[in-house]
């Protein structure tokens, strides 16, 4: 399990890189920033970022300057398989989504890509993993055939 949760993090610093000293964090409120001024290319147009509308069926957060849409997404723990206190859901979006007493949860999940979705015990060690599709409406289920598919889908092997 050690390696799952070393694996999550690589994949989370390889989509979203690490900042630079000289980037400075997105504004999520739109607030103007003092930002330094940047040479321009003599003859070459500088590029324009185009104006983001709000959806109303899609949250929307800004990581680097790209737009990044959510949405809620419910699911269960199948308690006969998965076992553990304290049980909480991490996504990148919401990172402490609490597992009710029936195995219920709401998270966070993305609309636009997959991703991997965990399930933390209260000591923080990983008791299940899933994958999240923007596509798929069914609950999002923590069971041993989740937990197979994620660790195929981040690297095992067919076999």
């Known amino acids: 399990m050690k390696y799952l949760l070393l694996g999550l993090v690589v994949v989370v610093l390889l989509v979203f890189g690490c900042a630079q000293a000289s980037e400075q964090a997105p504004n999520v409120s739109g607030a103007p920033q003092n930002k330094p001024a940047v040479k321009q290319q003599t003859g070459l147009p500088q590029p324009q970022a185009p104006a ?3 959806t109303p069926a899609a949250n929307q957060s800004k990581i680097f300057g790209q737009d990044m849409k959510t949405r809620a997404r ?4 199948n308690r006969s398989e998965i076992g553990g206190d304290g049980l909480i859901v991490v996504s990148v979006w919401k990172p402490n989504a609490t597992v009710m007493p029936d195995g219920s949860f ?4 993305s609309t636009i890509g997959a991703q ?3 399930l933390l015990d209260k000591d923080n060690k990983a008791r299940a993993t899933a994958i999240s599709l923007p596509e798929d ?3 999002l289920v923590f069971d041993a055939k989740s937990t197979t598919k994620a660790s195929m ?3 095992g092997s067919e076999n």
């Open 153 to 155: 889908w981040i690297g």
């Open 74 to 77: 419910s699911g269960y723990v």
């Open 137 to 139: 409406t069914f609950p």
């Open 106 to 109: 709401t998270t966070e999940v």
């Open 116 to 118: 991997l979705i965990m």
């Open 52 to 54: 983001v509308q709000e």
